[in-house]
């Protein structure tokens, strides 16, 4: 599986910003995809996840209200719509996919996008 991120950039205190996740491969193997976040000096986290199905959706508590995780399953391509950013938001932000194939569990993950909030 293949994951390339994009939609990163600059944005003021407040913006907002779509950040999308193509997957290619063998992308019927995934079964649940997520978004990460590092800023400089911290450990990445868990912002938001999604089932294959999108029936089932997790968010960390800092983002709850402002960004939403979505699937387009027939683009295979993942989203991360996010509103009333902060400063705080500033990271890389990266996609993970959790794949299921011949009885073996791998995650696969994105190069990473940079979104920056200004102040």
């Known amino acids: 599986v293949q994951l390339v991120e994009s939609g990163g950039g600059l944005v003021q205190a407040g913006g907002s910003l779509r950040l999308s996740c193509a997957a290619s491969?063998?992308?019927?193997?995934?079964?649940?995809m997520g978004w990460y976040r590092q800023a400089p000096g911290k450990q990445r986290e868990l912002v938001a996840a999604?089932?294959?199905?999108?029936?089932?959706?997790h968010y960390a508590d800092s983002v709850k209200g402002r960004f939403t995780i979505s699937r387009d399953n027939a683009k295979n391509t993942m989203y991360l719509q996010m509103h009333s950013l902060k400063p705080e938001d500033t990271a890389v932000y990266y996609c993970?996919?959790?794949?299921?194939?011949?009885?073996?569990?791998?995650?696969?993950w994105g190069q990473g996008t940079q979104v920056t909030v200004s102040s």
């Open positions: 491969g063998s992308t019927f193997s995934i079964n649940a």
């Open positions: 993970k996919a959790e794949t299921l194939l011949y009885y073996i569990n791998r995650d696969y």
């Open positions: 999604i089932t294959t199905g999108g029936g089932s959706t």
